[in-house]
Structures are given as C-alpha cells and as structure tokens.
C-alpha cells in the first residue's frame, strides 16, 4: 500500500537568467511508516521536492510542471487551495530547517501548537491547550505547562525544535516532511531529536520523509534512501544497499567523502585520506545533454557526454540512473 | 566594559519603587516625555479650574506684561494670554492625537494589504507616492476654499499626507516579517491567509508602527500651528497656538510673550512626543533593548 506517491514530479524556477530545473522528474512512494531519506549537495533540489508536495512553491518565481503528487488515493494537484490547507499541517506536516526562526517571536509556545489544533482538529482552545500540554511532554520537554506560557526567545535551539516537531505532530500526520531537522543543531541534540522522531513515528505511525545532506544521519534512521543531483534522482536504495554497495559514482564520492570509524587505516598507523568530489554543481539553467556528474565523475565515457542515463534497476530494488553502474559497483567493494 | 562586577550590577529583588527608578534611570527619555505630555494632558482637563475665560476681551488690560494677575500677560484685546495657551493645547493634542490615531489605523491596513498581497502591492505604493507628494499646507487651504474651516477639516487635511509615512513603515515591515521562517512555517502548517496577517504578521508591527504614530503625532502639532498661523487652520477665535502667534505678530516687539508663550509650548511639547517616541523605539526594538 502507498500513501504518497509522487510521479515524474518536476518544478521550475522562472528567473532573469532562464528557466532553472530545480527538480526534473522525480520519483518515489511512500509506504505508511516507512523513513525516506532524501540526500544530495545544497542546490540539489532536495528542499524543492518537499515544498512542491506541499505546493509551497511561491507561484511568482516558480511552478510545478510536470508529473503527480497522490496522497492517499488523491491527486494533490487537483485540490482546491482551501483543501490544501486543510492538508498542510494536519495530513502531511513539515519541520524546517531554522528553529531559531521558525516560531513566531511575538506568540507564546501553547498558542502556536494550540493553534494548528485548534484549526484542524475542530476543538475549543480549552482541550486545544490540554492537548499542547501533552504533545511538549512526548517530545519530552520538563515542565511543560510552564513552557506553555513561554515565547520562543526563553527555549534553547534544540527545545525549539522539539516545539517544531510537537506543532508538527499535533495533529497526527500520516506523513511529516523533516527538512534538514537537526543541521542547525548541536550533535549531542541531534541524535536526541533523531531518536525522538524515530520513537514518535514508531508510537504514531507516521512516515517520514527526511531530507539531509549528512549520510551519517541517512544510516541512523532511514530505511529506504534517493540521491539527488542536479535536480534528478539518481540513485534509490535501501539504506544497507546504498552504504555497502554505492551504484553511482556520485553516491561513492559523498561516502568516500565521509570519515569512517570502521576504516582500515594504512599499515603506518594513519587514517586514509578523505576524498572530496572535484568541481561544483552545474548551473541548473543550461542542462548538459548527457549525464549531469559528467564534468565531476571520474568514470565518465563518451557515452555519458552523450545521453542522459534513465533510472534503472541495476540491482533487487536498487536503482541507478549512471551507464557505468557496473563499474562503479566493482570499485567500490 | 568593567570586569569587576559591583554590587549595582547584581541582580536583587526590588521594590517597585526600586524597580520604577531604575527603569526611569535606564531610560530617562521615555519618562521626561511621557511626564510632559501627562503634564499637559493634565493642564488641558484642569483648564476650566486653573485658567480663566480666555475668549473675555478687557480693553483696559491690553498688552499688558507678565504679572501676577496675567501670568503669561495680556494680548492686544486684554486677552489672558495664559487661558489662551492653556486652551489652546486643548487644539493641538486633539490634532496630534486623532490624527496619529486614525492615520495609523488606515495606514495599518493598507500597509498589510500591500506587503501580503503583492499583486496589488505596486498600483497601491504609487497612489501612496502621489498623496505623499501633496503638501498639507497646500490641501488644506484648498479644502477649507471648499468647505467651512473647522477643526474637523485641518485634521482631515493633515490625515491625508500622513497616511502614505505609515503605509511605508508597516508595509515594508510586513515584507520583511512575510520572509520570515516562520511565516513559511505557518503556512505549511496551513493557516488561512487572513490569520496569517491577524496573528502572525500584525503583532510584529505593533512596534515600527507605534513609533511611527508619535512622530506622526508631533509632525501634525507643527502643522497644524503652521496652518492656524497661516489663516488656512481652525478658525481664528479657537484659540490654537497657531493662531495666538498669529495674532500676537503685529505687536510682537511690544508684547513678544504672546508670541514666544504659545510657541514655547509648542515646542516643548513636540520635544515631548519625539522623547517618547525615541525612548518606545528604543525600548521596542529588542535589539537595542537587550543592550540597556
């Protein structure tokens, strides 16, 4: 059974220099319960993805143009803007990135999460308060009913994103969109709001779909990964799949970039070099006409500068969008 | 910056009083704004106690100096210059205050219409630029060429150019609060538009706004007088500081305290409602508030 399944999704940005692909045909489902980790560089469409699911994308600079969002059996794109507010926070909720910025300075914390209760669940603000109360204790925030009456300025970064993951559970969503929750964070409170996501999709049922770009957080939590680049997936694994075999030699480079605790140190005692992938990410407004990596990818042949590579299952439930997967493959092990 | 912590710079319980003195201490010109506009206030309700007739013509007292009979002496028809000033701030808080009260109210809701609805944002601003351009002075002569002069019309008059200085302070703070994480935030929690801009956006301009409304405030004393000292302002037997001056021109070098009267009281009070403006903006912006 799939709870949101998004087809071929493509957004684009309308701006003075041209028209820029920020995601071009993208692909998944979402199972109820599952975590989908979403990673790539900055810039690579990953945050785009999430806001245009939620047709956040602000229709003067950009649009959705291609492809299907369904969410439970409906077409997100044929709902009325009121039904999709009716959606937004209550059916799929979203934590950002800031949560220094993401709650209103001027509101006490038992209003903003009252609020969104309040508005979706059809409930006075007495039991709207009551339930506020008992979402800051699941995400395990000390005396909650004094917090209640706080503003945002007197809770640290990472109680505010426990307060962020509360107005986003309040109303239980089937699906929370987590976009980059942790990286404003200290790393002690990231794996307490990891494990804290993790729990409460365990006691609620919710399925996450979180976007990053720290691998070391995909492994902890995913089960199931895309890597994006330039705008495109390309690679979709299990999470174990991904690690112990990249298929892509973008997902290679962002392994190889990352320090391993369990790496084999060369005979001298050191630890191996750390490899950064050369080069930057391609402007998005002038598209190669072959593989995208192709100026970074050190396994590029003509073939690449030629076409673009489709998704394929290279592997059980392993796709790759690369001409030499098999190459890649062999290197890696 | 000290590196020795004194026993002043500890926190203690205080007593209120203990609390009122220090807040005074931290900012004194919010509270030497405020007393002289309570002050004024006050003068103004007490005026039928305290000051007498000042409309009582005495042609055996004219331009007469300060004593203790005429505090503030006598005008060229026997006049009490004091009773005069005293109602005449009567004219000038009723101007400045409706005129920073209403101006801030229209100038609110536009503003917030222009920063949240983009679309109609520019065809608004350029109206605004347009009004802006009228000269008070200018429009009141010409609204008070069309109907009967009153106070009514001057305040009306100095409304109307007044109303763009807000649309501009709320709006562009309104663009800035819209960019706002938590703006977005709110939206994908789905929050309907109009309580969006109640609950969300309003608030944050409460601050920008209030500040703006006591310079609004001392800017339409000023011109009021200006125009009440021109002919163009309330009708020359309200006694208004502009009009004292007016009156007390001609005989200026014989009688120079109904002219420097009034328009010291003027001044005075639009130093006030500019201190109090200074110490709110002060005080309302957290960043400059954190450093006190």
């Given at each position: 059974m799939t709870l949101l399944e998004v087809r071929d999704l493509r957004t684009q940005f309308f701006t003075a220099d041209g028209v820029v692909r920020?995601?071009?045909?993208v692909s998944f489902d979402l199972s109820p319960g599952e975590t989908l980790g979403i990673v790539g560089e900055s810039g690579c469409g990953k945050s785009v993805t999430a806001l245009s699911i939620l047709r956040l994308i602000a229709p003067e600079t950009g649009r959705i143009v291609g492809g299907s969002i369904r969410f439970d059996g409906r077409d997100l794109a044929t709902l009325s803007n009121e039904e999709m507010r009716e959606l937004r926070g209550h059916k799929i909720a979203m934590i950002f990135q800031e949560p220094m910025t993401s709650l209103n300075p001027v509101l006490t914390i038992g209003t903003q999460i009252a609020e969104s209760v309040v508005r979706h669940m059809r409930v006075s603000w007495r039991s709207a308060r009551d339930r506020a109360r008992e979402m800051l204790e699941l995400v395990r925030i000390a005396d909650p009913a004094q917090r209640l009456a706080e503003y945002p300025h007197q809770l640290s970064g990472g109680m505010r994103q426990r307060v962020m993951i509360a107005i986003a559970l309040c109303c239980n969503p089937r699906v929370l969109i987590a976009d980059?929750?942790?990286?404003?964070?200290?790393v002690t409170i990231q794996a307490q709001i990891l494990d804290l996501m993790l729990e409460l999709k365990e006691k609620l049922g919710t399925a996450i779909i979180l976007i990053t770009h720290d691998l070391g957080v995909v492994a902890e939590t995913c089960e199931r990964v895309i890597v994006m680049y330039a705008g495109r997936m390309v690679e979709q694994a299990p999470a174990a799949a991904l690690f112990a075999r990249p298929l892509h030699p973008y997902t290679r480079g962002l392994l190889r970039a990352l320090p391993r605790a369990d790496a084999d140190g060369d005979p001298a005692g050191g630890r191996p070099r750390l490899m950064e992938i050369p080069g930057i990410v391609p402007a998005l407004t002038r598209p190669l006409p072959g593989c995208a990596f192709v100026p970074r990818?050190?396994?590029?042949?003509e073939r690449c500068h030629a076409t673009s590579p489709a998704l394929m299952e290279a592997e059980a439930s392993h796709l790759v969008a690369c001409w030499e997967a098999s190459r890649v493959a062999e290197a890696a092990t | 910056m000290t590196l020795i912590l004194t026993a002043e710079d500890m926190p203690r319980v205080a007593s209120p009083l203990a609390r009122a003195a220090t807040a005074i201490r931290r900012n004194p010109t919010i509270f030497i704004g405020a007393a002289l506009l309570v002050a004024l206030i006050a003068m103004t309700l007490a005026a039928p106690w305290i000051a007498g007739d000042p409309f009582r013509q005495a042609p055996i007292d004219r331009l007469r100096s300060p004593s203790e009979r005429f505090w503030f002496g006598t005008d060229q028809f026997g006049r009490d210059v004091f009773a005069r000033t005293v109602y005449g701030a009567r004219v000038s808080l009723i101007v400045g205050l409706s005129v920073a009260a209403v101006s801030s109210l229209i100038g609110l809701a536009i503003g917030l219409v222009c920063g949240y609805f983009r679309r109609i944002d520019g065809v608004i601003m350029r109206v605004m630029d347009g009004i802006m351009a009228i000269p008070s002075i200018l429009l009141a002569i010409a609204l008070i060429t069309l109907t009967r002069p009153g106070l009514g019309i001057v305040i009306a008059a100095i409304i109307i150019p007044e109303v763009p200085r807000i649309v501009r302070v709320v709006r562009s703070v309104v663009l800035s609060i819209r960019a706002q994480p938590y703006i977005e935030s709110a939206i994908a929690g789905g929050t309907r538009n109009t309580k969006l801009l109640a609950r969300h956006i309003l608030p944050n301009t409460l601050a920008p706004l209030i500040v703006q409304a006591t310079y609004v405030c001392a800017s339409a004393m000023l011109i009021e007088a200006g125009l009440s000292f021109l002919g163009a302002g309330v009708p020359p037997e309200i006694p208004s500081w502009g009009n004292i001056i007016a009156q007390g021109r001609t005989f200026f070098q014989i009688a120079p305290w109904s002219i420097f009267i009034p328009g010291g009281f003027l001044a005075v009070t639009v130093l006030a409602v500019n201190m109090l403006g200074d110490g709110l903006r002060d005080r309302l912006d957290p960043r400059l508030a954190r450093r006190m």
């Open positions: 920020a995601v071009d045909g980059e929750p942790t990286t404003a964070l200290d990818c050190s396994f590029a042949v | -």
